[in-house]
């Protein structure tokens, strides 16, 4: 139910995060701020303009590929970096990376790390604010981050990253990227459109497929492994909670899909943690290490991976 708020504040709680008190009660812990989400439902109604922009060879490629690099940078930087640490890089490629990172419009570095953190030390325990095990499947994928409870930062589990100024204004103002992103891909379909009308595409219509349609595939692929990975899927380790491994999440994921594994071991930079188990992330991350930007990708030690299995 919509409760009464001035449209100002509603507006600049869309644009500052910090316009929003947090007050969230215990007995409100599963409501819905439905005047803070509706930009979320307005991008997955924008998907039925498809219908006006129609479609081209080059759209469909483009939102594809922004849907692979989005992806990348969530499991490479947001899950894998700012979550687990399971590499370094300096100061300049951990900005650039919560810059690429947040243009999958899935909120700032540090929101997105400590709640990852606290679903670790948590896991689908009643404080795990998306497990399906503990509230049901449709809070796990989407009800639990438009809840108010979940939409401010847990600074104190990110105190490491949050000395750093640039990534707290990112994490404030966590939709400027997302419209800066947006505008730049309306602008280059303008330009196509002009200077390369063979393609048969244009602002709108890239901005349709590549931004729109490909950030809403991506939500809720990435979705997935909190809702299905603990319930859907094969038990390698005994770990005290009940996340999978799951092959085809892994493929849409680039590699989240072992999540079985990642609750095993969260700090290794390799969630296929066999030579069977494609984990495209990684392969992502050794080129990047590969070029120097990165280094020190964490391994799984051979006697933690071989360890707390099950036997068949």
């Given at each position: 139910m919509l409760t009464k708020r001035p449209i100002l504040s509603t507006i600049s709680s869309w644009l500052d995060n910090n316009a929003l008190s947090d007050n969230t009660t215990q007995e409100a812990a599963h409501s819905i701020d439905y005047w803070r989400v509706i930009?979320?439902?307005?991008?997955h109604l924008a998907c039925f303009a498809l219908f006006w922009v129609g479609y081209s060879t080059f759209a469909i490629v483009f939102a594809v590929s922004l849907y692979a690099i989005r992806m990348f940078a969530i499991t490479g930087f947001y899950h894998r970096y700012f979550s687990h640490k399971a590499f370094q890089t300096s100061r300049f490629g951990q900005f650039i990376f919560a810059v690429i990172g947040a243009t999958a419009v899935q909120r700032g570095p540090l929101w997105w790390a400590a709640h990852h953190r606290n679903h670790h030390s948590h896991s689908d325990e009643e404080n795990d604010a998306h497990s399906p095990v503990?509230?049901?499947?449709?809070?796990?994928?989407?009800?639990?981050?438009?809840?108010?409870?979940?939409?401010?930062?847990?600074?104190?589990?990110?105190?490491?990253?949050?000395?750093?100024?640039?990534?707290?204004?990112?994490?404030?103002?966590?939709?400027?990227?997302?419209?800066?992103?947006a505008l730049c891909i309306f602008g280059l379909g303008m330009l196509l459109e002009q200077y390369a009308p063979s393609l048969g595409t244009n602002g709108w219509q890239l901005l349709v497929w590549g931004f729109v349609i490909s950030t809403v595939a991506?939500?809720?692929a990435t979705f997935s492994v909190n809702s299905l990975a603990h319930t859907w899927g094969k038990r390698r380790y005994a770990t005290r909670d009940q996340s999978r491994n799951?092959?085809?999440?892994?493929?849409?994921?680039?590699?989240?899909g072992w999540h079985n594994n990642?609750?095993?071991?969260?700090?290794?930079?390799?969630?296929?943690?066999?030579?069977?188990?494609?984990?495209?992330?990684?392969?992502?991350?050794?080129?990047?290490?590969?070029?120097?930007?990165?280094?020190?990708?964490?391994?799984?030690?051979?006697?933690?991976?071989?360890?707390k299995q099950y036997k068949n």
């Open positions: 930009p979320f439902v307005a991008m503990q509230h049901g499947f449709l809070w796990s994928h989407i009800g639990w981050f438009l809840s108010r409870t979940n939409f401010h930062t847990q600074f104190d589990r990110v105190k490491e990253l949050a000395k750093f100024p640039e990534l707290r204004f990112l994490d404030r103002f966590d939709v400027l990227i997302p419209i800066m992103f991506l939500y809720h799951n092959f085809l999440i892994a493929i849409f994921t680039l590699g989240e990642n609750h095993h071991y969260p700090g290794a930079a390799k969630q296929g943690f066999y030579w069977w188990e494609i984990d495209f992330t990684y392969y992502g991350l050794r080129i990047l290490s590969a070029l120097g930007l990165i280094w020190n990708l964490r391994k799984v030690p051979v006697e933690i991976r071989e360890s």
